[in-house]
């Protein structure tokens, strides 16, 4: 049977007609660019920004570095070094009592996904005050953020580019979601001269944090053309380059490709939002605080070997971005080969085997389930999923 296009996107049947698409205002890409930060901020017409930047050494270092350069544009700046991985509550609250004590107007965030998020955080509070929980999830009637400018250092989340952000409940141990269009940063920074100082363990991460974006969107119920093609070109980069940055984190061809790799890739779940991975490791990460990328790279083989059933067309074109020559198989065999792909590549930059290696606990599958069940990520996952059947996921993953 042939099927259209629009049929094959749409696997629960409902056709959704609009779709929107939502980007940052400018991005800069290459080697140097973040010497450019200063003009930007200058542009936009900052005078005083807030620079959220991690707690490390690496962080607090880089935070420096930015106030620097946006000196030497005439722009004055206040540092809270406080973001750490999977930035809470508490953090937030924090940053942005510091926003409006130093009357800032710009928020400069320079990290991983953490900063980030906890500088889209602080921006959400600097505009509508309240505290972060208040505008959980998506649908708030928000007024518009400080001017925003993000400076990415490692190839995975996008949150330099998305209006999304993860940010955890310190009293309930869940990492609470928000998705809004007005927490899109307005520049977004990505200096691959920036991301050579990752360890090989968090390139391997991240990098499979942005792959498990592409496959996510491009299986996603929402998905277009436009998202399409950035998941592809995004998995082919990765597929390529991410071994290469794991070995040799001075190849700075691999980590200026796995910039590339993982915009893209933030194109494509910015615009098709994710599945039940990002569902499901995002309950790994609040309950045992656990790195991102590694939830997702785990579970990722094991939430698609569940979705290939419902979309086996969508996987045989995952196999062939992998470099698989699927000409000789069946459409079975080549999603099955796509699964394969993940796996080996998972394997080859080092990514724990299961997640009982990890800490997860047998006990607690249940309760994590039951909130993987209500995380906003699954609502577009191609295939609809019990409670049963996503413990049932979590322990093959195990
Ligand atoms: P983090 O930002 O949590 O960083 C992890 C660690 O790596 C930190 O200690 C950080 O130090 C350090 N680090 C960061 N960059 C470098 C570098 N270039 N060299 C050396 N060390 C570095 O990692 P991720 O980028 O993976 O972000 C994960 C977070 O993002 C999670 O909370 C996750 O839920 C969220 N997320 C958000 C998304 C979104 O769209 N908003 C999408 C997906 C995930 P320091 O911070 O001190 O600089
Ligand atoms: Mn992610």
């Not at 890409?29 to 930060?37: D, L, R, S």
């Not at 924090?94 to 800032?104: F, H, L, P, T």
């Not at 074109?317 to 000789?328: E, F, L, P, R």
């Not at 996952?381 to 049932?392: S, V, Y």
Request: net charge negative.
């Amino acid at each position: 049977m042939r099927e259209s296009y629009l049929h094959s996107l749409c696997a629960k049947g409902e056709k959704k007609m609009v779709y929107t698409f939502y980007n940052p205002k400018v991005a800069l890409m290459g080697a140097g660019c973040v010497k450019e930060i200063g003009n930007q901020a200058k542009q936009m017409g900052g005078t005083k920004a807030l620079i959220v930047c991690g707690v490390s050494k690496h962080g607090e270092a880089l935070g420096k570095d930015i106030a620097a350069l946006l000196k030497s544009s005439g722009v004055e700046s206040r540092i809270f070094a406080g973001a750490e991985p999977n930035p809470t509550d508490t953090s937030v609250h924090e940053g942005a009592k510091i926003y409006a004590q130093d009357s800032c107007d710009m928020i400069v965030a320079v990290g991983g996904g953490s900063p980030m998020d906890c500088a889209k955080g602080i921006g959400l509070l600097a505009a509508n005050g309240g505290k972060i929980g208040d505008y959980e999830g998506a649908g708030h009637d928000l007024k518009p953020l400080p001017m925003m400018i993000t400076v990415n250092t490692t190839a995975g989340t996008a949150s330099e580019m998305t209006s999304f952000a993860v940010i955890t409940d310190t009293a309930r141990h869940i990492k609470m979601a928000f998705v809004d269009w007005r927490i899109t940063p307005d520049v977004a920074i990505n200096d691959p001269e920036l991301m050579v100082s990752m360890p090989p363990g968090l390139t391997a991460a991240t990098g499979m944090d942005a792959l498990t974006h592409s496959i996510e969107a491009f299986v996603s119920t929402i998905a277009t053309p436009v998202t399409d093609a950035a998941a592809l070109k995004s998995i082919e980069l990765i597929k390529e380059f991410l071994p290469r940055a794991v070995k040799d984190g001075s190849d700075i061809e691999a980590r200026e490709m796995m910039a590339y790799a993982e915009y893209l890739a933030g194109i494509a779940f910015n615009n098709a939002s994710l599945g039940y991975v990002h569902a499901m490791a995002h309950q790994l990460g609040g309950f045992y605080n656990l790195p991102h990328g590694v939830c997702n790279a785990v579970l990722l083989p094991h939430v698609e070997t569940f979705n290939k059933e419902a979309v086996p067309e969508r996987f045989v074109v995952i196999a062939q971005a992998m470099g698989v020559d699927v000409s000789k198989m069946s459409r079975a065999e080549a999603a099955e080969a796509a699964i394969d792909g993940i796996k080996k590549l998972a394997a080859e930059v080092g990514i724990p085997a299961g997640l009982a290696e990890l800490g997860a606990k047998e006990e607690d599958l249940n309760v994590l389930a039951e909130n993987a069940m209500k995380d906003v990520c699954g609502a577009t996952n191609p295939r609809e999923a019990d409670l049963a059947e996503i413990i049932g996921i979590y322990k093959s993953a195990m």
